[in-house]
C-alpha cells in the first residue's frame, strides 16, 4: 500500500451540482477555506458548464477569481467544452478537468457528445492547456456499470485512458459513476488500466450508492492507487445518473486511512466542521458513517 494518499476533495463542485438549492457565492468560498485550513491541498473549485444547465454554479468565474492558487493548493476546475475553457482561462484557472465516460449512452445524455466527439473536443482543450501550462487531469465516468448500458467492459475503459494520456492528460480519475461496483470490478480495471498508465497517475473516483465505497477503495489501495476522489460529508451526485447517490465521504476516506496507518495530513475534525453550514443550507444530514458516529 502507499504510505501517503493525495486526497482531491471535490464537494464545492460535484457535491454541490445536483443540489435543488443553490448555494451563495460567499458560503461556498468559505466552504473552500475551510476545508483547505483541514489540510485539504486539491480543491475542486467549480465547473465551467453552462448557467443553463447547472445553474447551481453559475457563479463559478466569481469563485474561482477570489482564490489563490500556489505551490501548496490547487484548485481545478471542471471544463466541458471551448467555451468553458476560454471563461476558465479568463478567470485564471491553473489546474482543469475534462471528462468522458466509457458509455456511449452517458456521454450523449450528459454532453451530447459521443465518446469520440468528445475525445476530440478534449484533445483541442488540452492542446490550449498545454500551451499556458495548465495541468490537466481527465474524468473517465461509468467505469464499471452504465444505469442505461449495464456491464463496461474494462478493455474499453483502458483504450479511452491511454488515448486521454497519449492527448496530454497528467492524470486520470476513473469514476464508478453509478455506484455500483464491487471489489473486482475495479481491480479488473485497475488491472487493465495499468497497462497503458503508470499507477501514479491513475486516480479513483467512487460514489457510495450500494455501499462499496470504502471497500472499492481499500481493493485500489492495495493495487497500489495512491489518488482518490471524495467529497466532505459525502455531498453529491451526478445529475445524468439515474440512482446514482452521493460521492464517498471525505471523512470516511480520512478514517480508512488513518487507521491503515496512511499519511494524509488532513484533520477529519476540521472537515465535519467545513460540512455543517453547508448541510444546514441545504437542509440536510451527512451521509458520511464516521460524521454521524461522532455527531
Given at each position: 500500500?502507499?504510505?501517503?494518499?493525495?486526497?482531491?476533495?471535490?464537494?464545492?463542485?460535484?457535491?454541490?451540482?445536483?443540489?435543488?438549492?443553490i448555494?451563495?457565492?460567499?458560503?461556498?468560498?468559505?466552504?473552500?477555506?475551510?476545508?483547505?485550513?483541514?489540510?485539504?491541498?486539491?480543491?475542486?473549485?467549480?465547473?465551467?458548464?453552462?448557467?443553463?444547465?447547472?445553474?447551481?454554479?453559475?457563479?463559478?468565474?466569481?469563485?474561482?477569481?477570489?482564490?489563490?492558487p500556489?505551490?501548496?493548493?490547487?484548485?481545478?476546475v471542471?471544463?466541458?467544452?471551448?467555451?468553458?475553457?476560454?471563461?476558465?482561462?479568463?478567470?485564471?484557472?491553473?489546474?482543469?478537468?475534462?471528462?468522458?465516460?466509457?458509455?456511449?449512452?452517458f456521454?450523449?445524455?450528459?454532453?451530447?457528445?459521443?465518446?469520440e466527439?468528445?475525445?476530440?473536443?478534449?484533445?483541442?482543450?488540452?492542446?490550449?492547456?498545454k500551451?499556458?501550462?495548465?495541468?490537466?487531469?481527465?474524468?473517465?465516468?461509468?467505469?464499471?456499470?452504465?444505469?442505461?448500458?449495464?456491464?463496461?467492459?474494462?478493455?474499453?475503459?483502458?483504450?479511452?485512458?491511454?488515448?486521454?494520456?497519449?492527448?496530454?492528460?497528467?492524470?486520470?480519475?476513473?469514476g464508478?459513476?453509478?455506484?455500483?461496483?464491487?471489489?473486482?470490478?475495479?481491480?479488473?480495471?485497475?488491472?487493465?488500466?495499468?497497462?497503458?498508465?503508470?499507477?501514479?497517475?491513475?486516480?479513483?473516483?467512487?460514489?457510495?450508492?450500494?455501499?462499496?465505497?470504502?471497500?472499492?477503495?481499500?481493493?485500489?489501495?492495495?493495487f497500489?492507487?495512491?489518488?482518490?476522489?471524495?467529497?466532505?460529508?459525502?455531498?453529491?451526485?451526478?445529475?445524468?445518473?439515474?440512482?446514482?447517490?452521493?460521492?464517498?465521504?471525505t471523512?470516511d476516506?480520512?478514517?480508512?486511512?488513518?487507521?491503515?496507518?496512511?499519511?494524509t495530513?488532513?484533520?477529519?475534525?476540521?472537515?465535519?466542521?467545513?460540512?455543517?453550514?453547508?448541510?444546514?443550507?441545504?437542509?440536510?444530514?451527512?451521509?458520511?458513517?464516521?460524521?454521524?458516529?461522532?455527531?
Amino acid at each position: 500500500m502507499p504510505k501517503a494518499v493525495n486526497i482531491i476533495e471535490v464537494a464545492p463542485r460535484d457535491g454541490l451540482q445536483n443540489e435543488k438549492i443553490i448555494i451563495s457565492t460567499e458560503m461556498k468560498l468559505e466552504f473552500i477555506q475551510q476545508l483547505k485550513e483541514s489540510g485539504i491541498q486539491t480543491i475542486e473549485a467549480t465547473s465551467f458548464v453552462s448557467p443553463k444547465k447547472i445553474p447551481q454554479l453559475q457563479d463559478h468565474k466569481d469563485v474561482l477569481s477570489a482564490l489563490t492558487p500556489n505551490h501548496d493548493i490547487r484548485y481545478p476546475v471542471l471544463v466541458p467544452n471551448m467555451i468553458g475553457m476560454e471563461a476558465a482561462i479568463d478567470a485564471g484557472a491553473q489546474d482543469i478537468a475534462v471528462f468522458t465516460a466509457a458509455s456511449n449512452t452517458f456521454s450523449q445524455k450528459n454532453t451530447g457528445f459521443t465518446i469520440e466527439q468528445s475525445l476530440n473536443q478534449i484533445k483541442d482543450i488540452i492542446k490550449i492547456a498545454k500551451s499556458r501550462k495548465i495541468n490537466v487531469r481527465a474524468y473517465i465516468s461509468c467505469i464499471t456499470h452504465c444505469a442505461f448500458e449495464g456491464k463496461i467492459n474494462p478493455v474499453s475503459v483502458a483504450e479511452i485512458a491511454q488515448q486521454l494520456y497519449l492527448l496530454g492528460a497528467d492524470s486520470i480519475s476513473l469514476g464508478d459513476t453509478n455506484g455500483r461496483a464491487t471489489p473486482n470490478n475495479i481491480l479488473e480495471v485497475l488491472s487493465a488500466v495499468s497497462k497503458y498508465i503508470p499507477i501514479y497517475a491513475i486516480a479513483l473516483h467512487c460514489h457510495n450508492t450500494y455501499g462499496q465505497a470504502i471497500a472499492n477503495i481499500y481493493a485500489a489501495l492495495e493495487f497500489g492507487v495512491s489518488t482518490f476522489d471524495s467529497s466532505a460529508a459525502g455531498l453529491g451526485g451526478c445529475p445524468f445518473a439515474p440512482g446514482a447517490s452521493g460521492n464517498v465521504a471525505t471523512e470516511d476516506l480520512i478514517y480508512l486511512l488513518e487507521g491503515l496507518g496512511i499519511n494524509t495530513n488532513i484533520n477529519m475534525e476540521q472537515v465535519i466542521a467545513a460540512s455543517r453550514p453547508i448541510l444546514k443550507a441545504l437542509n440536510k444530514q451527512s451521509s458520511s458513517s464516521v460524521n454521524r458516529a461522532l455527531s
